[in-house]
């Protein structure tokens, strides 16, 4: 059983939530659940939906897109951080590697914590507009607005960058920093 | 510790700072240096050329002169971004002067002229660039500790020009030293090269430059018009002195090289003293007197000098009054008045400083020019009556000062009230024409977001134009358009004749649906029997908004809401019908409701107790207030208990005075805070003064926030001033305990440290908000919200506004003591102290401390700390606290961590590296 100032350390681990204040995170880790994993165990497939951001305490797990393999997460990293902001699926499984614990955040309880706590609330806004800022510095002519009504410009943009559909998803992951190495860096720049 | 780091530290510098400084001061030195000697050169080659009784003709011409350039700088900034500006303007200066030393030997008479005017225009815009380089790098609180320092180094550079001038003079002639200038003004040049790549790093946070013109910025702001005022009036002070000092120099000294070894002999005493006192004086006098003050030393010496030089008539007195004013100018004069130009919107300030200083001294040149000419050619009087003509200008100028340093006050307190807006303000403005020729055309435009902002503000402008168009929105195929149409129509209370918004009230859109039926209860003349139709028929979501229209109108929901039909609804136990039992309870005041709203109360459903705990905030009645109280403490509905209870008034204020006793949970505690803050009577008042002196932090928290709050309502002072102060001390005091050990562990590698040092400035922060909130009960609390967002140690805000505006708020001791603690934060460099003792000192302060999780984080982070003896711990006296339910109480999180001190941190990985 891990204490609260333990969870509130592995909480900050979460870059969504590593500039809360660590009072606020304590309402947090009070709703925060622990999980054991066992290997080969199936956290969630690509089309469940996005309901709970979690945290490696202990182990490893893979997260996948297909059959190709886009990260691995061990201790005090997290994955799947975009589910306490946004309710879609997955998109990508999360197996694990080897056995130990998780930390996990169910969206539903971070919303009743977060709907008492302003603060909490301005400063993951504060993270996530940080984020967009360097991901549209990064990639300018992502951050552009189409104009409505043109269906093909999702048709057209497949190409070396791939689609609109697969940069939307890049996009997210690199927030949810579980994007490739070399673009998640880049994002965070 | 090296000297030079000490050095930095008292200036609140890192190193990268102090080596910026270092180039900054040497620019200014060479700058000042290059400008006496083109100074020094200027005056007596005009005066051996022309006479000191030509210079008023020189004033006027220079003044023309300056027009023209600030005219054709301001097209070169316009088409250049500032460094552009900057640039063309210093290699502009090298070029002339490389001109003018060519011409001089070989026409000597028309290059003075020219020297002069060059002198006087484009060369003495550097100065103002340079200033303006040093805003943009410093804030204006660094600015007070630091200009005096750049002046320091331009006087220590204009007594090297001086001496240069004035040993010149026997070896060297005119057509010699004048070479000097190209070549310095060559190294100002590649000095401010190095120094604009720190430069344009800062200024990429500042805000584009306006579009706006000079004139513009200048007319529509009262404190720019002020300042403008002062420097004109100091500047014909200047010239007025310069002017008597300059006939009597050249009736002593009548040869050329005379004159330019006794005005070079003068720069070296001038600069000599300026420079002990810039170095001495300056800055403590800056400090302690203030700008005001500071500023009103220049006036104050020349009126008292004035007066006796008009008094003795003797050249001398104006000799000693032209030195103690130049003394004066180049000490306090010119650090202060380039700190005034801090209360201007950088972007503005840049665009109009360069030509606000050169413009507004060669115009005020000029003016006194002429006014020189029409006394002394014209009228023929003495130029001793010009010393009593000096002694008024400069009691107008501090006249003028004593109305700019209250400006400067209320410029910042502007700019940290921006959050607060006058919402009165809002309907008088959209009754202007050109207001409602924007809504018209906004109306027309088709675009849905400009549309509904429109209609938002339509109901605020009446007029018959508007409503015909908020009519025809009623037809927009978008569901929001229709919906707000429907809710401007009911704001300028037009009626529907037609029958157009009845039809809507059938619409598939709920918000146009809601719309919809609000209009037709409160408007249309079938109202009632329309919401007698719907209560009766089976359609629940038209009759849950025909209930929810009828709440504000108690005359109409008396007559359908009967007893029979709450009865039914409560009798029918469906979900539906008991929250329409519970809002109908809350539109009437009938006996039997009390007993009914009771009995939604206590139902186990949480939305039925939360639309109960609606209607009992609407209809209060104290006889429901010991239902109420526990529902304080329940998870979800905390914040509609409250709202219920805050309408009881004073009948509730001994209730929830037992909740801020303990008697329930924090939860409870915080709600009943907040409910008496909102009851605001004297009698709530008290309540929640008594918790101010607590030495509970979080109790003191909750007193100075309610508190505050009722300032805010109520516009009046809630607890003396005296008292105010004591306790902003105390909370400062409390920062200062919080906010060296969040300093000193911001950076540590060891995530236990760091989150004690985040744990520190939490507290910090914390301190700060209690500390704002004592000062908010008696001032006025919309400029320190302001305050507060910059003054929070978790924010990366620019303080110094802050600090300018509350060192005008407060008594000088309580500002002093303050800025103390602030400036002690300043000097803590993160990484120091980290290791040993200190480090271990750092947790038993957070032991120590009294705060739950401030100990908690002690005991993990001691974890850390190689031989920290844990038995400090052991006499852990803790007493239980109650919390809310389903919650750990705070000190059961510290024991849960010294029971986790015997075990090894099995998650090292995860959760820490110690």
Redesign the interface.
Same mark, same amino acid.
């Given at each position: 059983m #891990?204490? /609260?100032?333990?969870r509130? @350390?592995?909480l900050?681990?979460a870059d969504l939530l590593s500039e809360v204040? /660590?009072?606020h995170l304590?309402g947090l880790a009070?709703v925060a659940q622990e999980i054991d994993m066992s290997r080969g165990e199936t956290i969630y497939g690509e089309e469940d939906a996005a309901d709970a951001l979690y @945290?490696?305490?202990?182990g490893r797990v893979r997260l996948s897109t297909g059959e190709r393999a886009t990260s691995e997460v061990? /201790?005090?990293e997290a994955f799947g951080t975009w589910a306490l902001i946004d309710g879609s699926r997955r998109g990508q499984s999360a197996v694990v590697l080897e056995d130990g #614990?998780l930390l996990s955040l169910r969206r539903a309880d971070f919303y009743?914590e977060a709907s008492g706590d302003v603060t909490l609330l301005q400063e993951i806004i504060r993270v996530l507009a940080k984020r967009l800022r360097a991901l549209v510095s990064d990639r300018p002519e992502e951050a552009r607005v189409e104009p409505e009504g043109r269906p093909e410009d999702e048709e057209s943009s497949s190409g070396p960058e791939g689609s609109a559909a697969t940069r939307e998803r890049d996009g997210i992951r690199e927030l949810d920093g579980t994007a490739p190495k070399g673009r998640a860096g880049a994002a965070s720049k | 510790m090296s000297l030079s780091r000490a050095f930095a530290r008292r200036l609140g510098l890192d190193p990268d700072g102090l080596a910026l400084l270092a180039r900054m001061g040497a620019l200014s030195a060479i700058l000042f240096g290059a400008y006496t000697i083109a100074k020094v050169l200027r005056d007596s080659l005009f005066i051996g050329e022309y006479g000191a009784l030509s210079l008023p003709y020189a004033y006027i011409a220079v003044a023309f002169c300056s027009a023209g350039y600030v005219f054709l700088e301001s097209r070169v900034a316009h088409a250049f971004p500032r460094l552009g500006a900057r640039r063309f303007n210093q290699w502009t200066a090298i070029l002339l002067s490389l001109a003018l030393a060519m011409a001089l030997p070989r026409a000597p008479h028309v290059t003075s002229g020219l020297l002069y005017l060059w002198v006087s225009s484009q060369a003495m815009m550097l100065l103002p660039h340079f200033w303006a380089m040093g805003l943009d790098l410093w804030d204006s609180q660094r600015a007070r500790r630091l200009f005096p320092l750049l002046g320091g180094c331009g006087l220590v550079g204009g007594l090297a020009g001086g001496a240069i001038a004035a040993a010149s003079a026997k070896v060297l002639p005119p057509t010699g030293l004048i070479w000097a200038l190209p070549a310095l003004l060559l190294v100002v040049r590649l000095l401010t090269s190095g120094i604009e790549g720190r430069h344009v790093e800062h200024a990429a946070s500042i805000p584009a430059a306006t579009r706006d013109s000079s004139w513009d910025i200048i007319r529509r702001s009262r404190y720019i018009k002020i300042l403008a005022v002062a420097l004109t009036l100091s500047v014909c002070i200047s010239t007025l002195v310069d002017f008597q000092f300059k006939i009597f120099a050249q009736k002593m000294y009548p040869e050329p090289h005379d004159l330019t070894r006794f005005l070079g002999t003068f720069q070296v005493g001038l600069n000599s003293v300026s420079l002990l006192l810039q170095f001495g004086a300056t800055g403590w006098l800056l400090q302690r007197l203030g700008l005001g003050p500071s500023t009103g030393l220049q006036p104050g010496t020349v009126l008292v000098f004035a007066t006796w030089a008009a008094v003795t008539t003797g050249g001398w007195a104006v000799v000693a009054m032209r030195w103690l004013q130049g003394v004066a100018a180049l000490t306090l004069g010119k650090s202060s008045n380039e700190i005034y130009y801090a209360a201007i919107r950088p972007h503005e300030r840049r665009r109009i400083k360069p030509a606000l200083d050169t413009l507004i001294e060669r115009w005020s040149d000029a003016v006194v020019g002429c006014i020189l000419l029409v006394v002394m050619r014209l009228l023929q009087i003495p130029v001793g009556v010009i010393v009593g003509m000096t002694a008024m200008v400069a009691a107008m100028w501090l006249f003028v000062l004593f109305h700019l340093d209250r400006q400067y006050g209320r410029a910042f307190r502007e700019a940290l009230s921006r959050r607060a807006f006058d919402p009165e303000d809002v309907p008088e403005s959209m009754r202007v024409p050109a207001a409602r020729q924007a809504l018209l055309e906004a109306l027309a435009s088709g675009e849905e977001r400009r549309v509904l902002v429109a209609l938002r503000f339509c109901s605020l402008a009446r007029h018959p134009l508007l409503a015909r168009a908020v009519r025809e929105r009623l037809a927009d195929p978008s569901p929001a358009v229709q919906a707000g149409a429907i809710v401007a129509m009911e704001g300028m209370g037009l009626r529907d004749p037609e029958g157009t918004v009845e039809r809507l009230t059938r619409s598939p859109d709920e918000g146009v649906r809601r719309a919809a039926v609000h209009h037709v209860i409160a408007l249309s003349p079938g109202g009632l029997a329309f919401a007698r139709r719907v209560l009766d028929g089976p359609d629940d979501p038209l009759r849950a908004e025909v209930v929810e229209a009828l709440a504000d109108r108690p005359a109409s929901a008396e007559a359908l809401f009967d007893r029979a039909r709450i009865d039914a609804w409560l009798a029918s136990g469906r979900p539906d019908d008991l929250l329409l039992a519970a809002r109908a309870l809350g539109a009437i005041d009938a006996s039997f409701a009390a007993e009914a709203l009771r009995v939604l109360l206590e139902h186990p459903d949480t939305e039925v107790r939360r639309a109960a705990l609606a209607a009992a905030a609407r209809r209060p009645r104290a006889a429901s207030l010991p239902i109420l109280l526990p529902l304080l403490e329940t $998870?979800?509905l905390g914040h509609e208990a409250r709202r219920a209870i805050v309408p009881l008034g004073d009948a509730a204020v001994p209730a929830l005075e037992r909740l801020l006793a303990g008697q329930g949970g924090e939860r409870a505690r915080a709600q009943a805070a907040g409910a008496l803050a909102r009851i605001a009577t004297p009698r709530a008042r008290r309540a929640l003064a008594t918790l101010v002196r607590s030495p509970d932090a979080r109790l003191r928290h909750l007193g100075l926030s309610g508190l505050a709050r009722i300032r805010l309502e109520t516009g009046r002072p809630v607890l003396p001033r005296s008292l105010v102060h004591r306790l902003f001390l105390r909370e400062m005091r409390d920062y200062r305990a919080c906010a060296l050990p969040a300093a000193a562990l911001r950076q540590h590698a060891v $995530? +236990?440290l760091r989150?004690l040092g &985040?744990?520190w400035? +939490?507290s910090a922060?914390r301190a700060v908000e209690r500390g704002v909130q004592a000062l908010a009960c008696w001032y006025d609390p919309r400029p320190l919200f302001g305050v507060l967002d910059r003054l929070r140690p978790?924010t990366s805000g620019d303080a110094a506004p802050a600090l300018e505006y509350l060192g005008r708020l407060l008594p000088r001791r309580v500002f002093h003591a303050v800025h103390r603690v602030l400036e002690q934060e300043a000097q803590v460099v993160p990484g120091e102290d980290q290791e040993g003792e200190r480090l271990a000192g750092w947790i038993r302060a957070a032991w120590e401390n009294g705060d739950a999780?401030l100990r *908690? =984080?002690a =005991?993990?982070a001691s974890r850390c700390v190689p031989g920290f003896d844990a038995r400090l711990f052991e006499a852990d006296d803790a007493r239980e606290t109650p919390e809310a339910p389903?919650? &750990?109480a705070p000190e059961a999180?510290v024991r *849960? +961590?010294i029971a *986790?001190l015997g075990r090894a941190p099995v998650?090292a990985? *995860?959760?820490?590296r110690c």
């Amino acid at each position: 059983m #891990l204490t /609260p100032v333990e969870r509130v @350390l592995i909480l900050k681990g979460a870059d969504l939530l590593s500039e809360v204040g /660590p009072r606020h995170l304590l309402g947090l880790a009070h709703v925060a659940q622990e999980i054991d994993m066992s290997r080969g165990e199936t956290i969630y497939g690509e089309e469940d939906a996005a309901d709970a951001l979690y @945290l490696v305490v202990e182990g490893r797990v893979r997260l996948s897109t297909g059959e190709r393999a886009t990260s691995e997460v061990g /201790p005090g990293e997290a994955f799947g951080t975009w589910a306490l902001i946004d309710g879609s699926r997955r998109g990508q499984s999360a197996v694990v590697l080897e056995d130990g #614990l998780l930390l996990s955040l169910r969206r539903a309880d971070f919303y009743e914590e977060a709907s008492g706590d302003v603060t909490l609330l301005q400063e993951i806004i504060r993270v996530l507009a940080k984020r967009l800022r360097a991901l549209v510095s990064d990639r300018p002519e992502e951050a552009r607005v189409e104009p409505e009504g043109r269906p093909e410009d999702e048709e057209s943009s497949s190409g070396p960058e791939g689609s609109a559909a697969t940069r939307e998803r890049d996009g997210i992951r690199e927030l949810d920093g579980t994007a490739p190495k070399g673009r998640a860096g880049a994002a965070s720049k | 510790m090296s000297l030079s780091r000490a050095f930095a530290r008292r200036l609140g510098l890192d190193p990268d700072g102090l080596a910026l400084l270092a180039r900054m001061g040497a620019l200014s030195a060479i700058l000042f240096g290059a400008y006496t000697i083109a100074k020094v050169l200027r005056d007596s080659l005009f005066i051996g050329e022309y006479g000191a009784l030509s210079l008023p003709y020189a004033y006027i011409a220079v003044a023309f002169c300056s027009a023209g350039y600030v005219f054709l700088e301001s097209r070169v900034a316009h088409a250049f971004p500032r460094l552009g500006a900057r640039r063309f303007n210093q290699w502009t200066a090298i070029l002339l002067s490389l001109a003018l030393a060519m011409a001089l030997p070989r026409a000597p008479h028309v290059t003075s002229g020219l020297l002069y005017l060059w002198v006087s225009s484009q060369a003495m815009m550097l100065l103002p660039h340079f200033w303006a380089m040093g805003l943009d790098l410093w804030d204006s609180q660094r600015a007070r500790r630091l200009f005096p320092l750049l002046g320091g180094c331009g006087l220590v550079g204009g007594l090297a020009g001086g001496a240069i001038a004035a040993a010149s003079a026997k070896v060297l002639p005119p057509t010699g030293l004048i070479w000097a200038l190209p070549a310095l003004l060559l190294v100002v040049r590649l000095l401010t090269s190095g120094i604009e790549g720190r430069h344009v790093e800062h200024a990429a946070s500042i805000p584009a430059a306006t579009r706006d013109s000079s004139w513009d910025i200048i007319r529509r702001s009262r404190y720019i018009k002020i300042l403008a005022v002062a420097l004109t009036l100091s500047v014909c002070i200047s010239t007025l002195v310069d002017f008597q000092f300059k006939i009597f120099a050249q009736k002593m000294y009548p040869e050329p090289h005379d004159l330019t070894r006794f005005l070079g002999t003068f720069q070296v005493g001038l600069n000599s003293v300026s420079l002990l006192l810039q170095f001495g004086a300056t800055g403590w006098l800056l400090q302690r007197l203030g700008l005001g003050p500071s500023t009103g030393l220049q006036p104050g010496t020349v009126l008292v000098f004035a007066t006796w030089a008009a008094v003795t008539t003797g050249g001398w007195a104006v000799v000693a009054m032209r030195w103690l004013q130049g003394v004066a100018a180049l000490t306090l004069g010119k650090s202060s008045n380039e700190i005034y130009y801090a209360a201007i919107r950088p972007h503005e300030r840049r665009r109009i400083k360069p030509a606000l200083d050169t413009l507004i001294e060669r115009w005020s040149d000029a003016v006194v020019g002429c006014i020189l000419l029409v006394v002394m050619r014209l009228l023929q009087i003495p130029v001793g009556v010009i010393v009593g003509m000096t002694a008024m200008v400069a009691a107008m100028w501090l006249f003028v000062l004593f109305h700019l340093d209250r400006q400067y006050g209320r410029a910042f307190r502007e700019a940290l009230s921006r959050r607060a807006f006058d919402p009165e303000d809002v309907p008088e403005s959209m009754r202007v024409p050109a207001a409602r020729q924007a809504l018209l055309e906004a109306l027309a435009s088709g675009e849905e977001r400009r549309v509904l902002v429109a209609l938002r503000f339509c109901s605020l402008a009446r007029h018959p134009l508007l409503a015909r168009a908020v009519r025809e929105r009623l037809a927009d195929p978008s569901p929001a358009v229709q919906a707000g149409a429907i809710v401007a129509m009911e704001g300028m209370g037009l009626r529907d004749p037609e029958g157009t918004v009845e039809r809507l009230t059938r619409s598939p859109d709920e918000g146009v649906r809601r719309a919809a039926v609000h209009h037709v209860i409160a408007l249309s003349p079938g109202g009632l029997a329309f919401a007698r139709r719907v209560l009766d028929g089976p359609d629940d979501p038209l009759r849950a908004e025909v209930v929810e229209a009828l709440a504000d109108r108690p005359a109409s929901a008396e007559a359908l809401f009967d007893r029979a039909r709450i009865d039914a609804w409560l009798a029918s136990g469906r979900p539906d019908d008991l929250l329409l039992a519970a809002r109908a309870l809350g539109a009437i005041d009938a006996s039997f409701a009390a007993e009914a709203l009771r009995v939604l109360l206590e139902h186990p459903d949480t939305e039925v107790r939360r639309a109960a705990l609606a209607a009992a905030a609407r209809r209060p009645r104290a006889a429901s207030l010991p239902i109420l109280l526990p529902l304080l403490e329940t $998870p979800g509905l905390g914040h509609e208990a409250r709202r219920a209870i805050v309408p009881l008034g004073d009948a509730a204020v001994p209730a929830l005075e037992r909740l801020l006793a303990g008697q329930g949970g924090e939860r409870a505690r915080a709600q009943a805070a907040g409910a008496l803050a909102r009851i605001a009577t004297p009698r709530a008042r008290r309540a929640l003064a008594t918790l101010v002196r607590s030495p509970d932090a979080r109790l003191r928290h909750l007193g100075l926030s309610g508190l505050a709050r009722i300032r805010l309502e109520t516009g009046r002072p809630v607890l003396p001033r005296s008292l105010v102060h004591r306790l902003f001390l105390r909370e400062m005091r409390d920062y200062r305990a919080c906010a060296l050990p969040a300093a000193a562990l911001r950076q540590h590698a060891v $995530p +236990e440290l760091r989150l004690l040092g &985040e744990s520190w400035r +939490e507290s910090a922060g914390r301190a700060v908000e209690r500390g704002v909130q004592a000062l908010a009960c008696w001032y006025d609390p919309r400029p320190l919200f302001g305050v507060l967002d910059r003054l929070r140690p978790d924010t990366s805000g620019d303080a110094a506004p802050a600090l300018e505006y509350l060192g005008r708020l407060l008594p000088r001791r309580v500002f002093h003591a303050v800025h103390r603690v602030l400036e002690q934060e300043a000097q803590v460099v993160p990484g120091e102290d980290q290791e040993g003792e200190r480090l271990a000192g750092w947790i038993r302060a957070a032991w120590e401390n009294g705060d739950a999780w401030l100990r *908690a =984080v002690a =005991v993990r982070a001691s974890r850390c700390v190689p031989g920290f003896d844990a038995r400090l711990f052991e006499a852990d006296d803790a007493r239980e606290t109650p919390e809310a339910p389903g919650r &750990e109480a705070p000190e059961a999180i510290v024991r *849960a +961590e010294i029971a *986790a001190l015997g075990r090894a941190p099995v998650r090292a990985a *995860a959760v820490g590296r110690c």
